[in-house]
C-alpha cells in the first residue's frame, strides 16, 4: 500500500513538474494580423501583429536581398489564411535585381507576454 502511494505521488509530482514544459509551444503569430516587418538579415524576420506584439520568424535560405527589400509588403502564404505562421510556411516577395523570391519558415519565436498571465 505505501509502495503505491508512493508511485502515485512520484507520478503527480512528475506532471506537475513537466506541465510548463508540455505547455511551452511555438508562438503563433496569425498570417492575417501582420502588421509590419523589418528583416534582420536573409534569415530573420521581425514581424509586428496589429497588438504591437513582436515575433521573430526564423527563415530557411532563397531569402536573397530580403533585407534591401522594403518597399512593398510580404506575401505570407500559409495553409490557412487564419492559421499561424509556422514551420514550413511561405514567404514571397520581389528581390531587388533578381526577381521573385519565396523561402520557407523554419520557426516563429516570441510568443506575446499578456498582463495578468
Known amino acids: 500500500m505505501n509502495r503505491t502511494k508512493t508511485i502515485i505521488i512520484g507520478v503527480l509530482m ?19 494580423r501582420i502588421w509590419g ?18 515575433y521573430t520568424v526564423h527563415l530557411s535560405g532563397g531569402c536573397i536581398n530580403l533585407r534591401q527589400y522594403v518597399a512593398d509588403p510580404l506575401v505570407f502564404r500559409t495553409r490557412t489564411e487564419l492559421g499561424c505562421v509556422g514551420q514550413g510556411d511561405r514567404i514571397a516577395f520581389n528581390s ?3 526577381g521573385p523570391m519565396t523561402c ?10 499578456q498582463a495578468g498571465k
Do not use: H, I
Request: aromatic residues 6%.
Open 37 to 54: 516587418w523589418q528583416a534582420v538579415n536573409d534569415r530573420t524576420l521581425t514581424v509586428t501583429d496589429r497588438n504591437y506584439n513582436r
Open 14 to 32: 512528475g506532471a506537475t513538474l513537466a506541465s510548463p514544459v508540455l505547455a511551452a509551444e511555438t508562438a503563433c503569430l496569425p498570417s492575417n
Open 96 to 98: 531587388p535585381g533578381l
Open 104 to 113: 520557407f519558415v523554419t520557426g516563429v519565436d516570441g510568443a506575446p507576454k
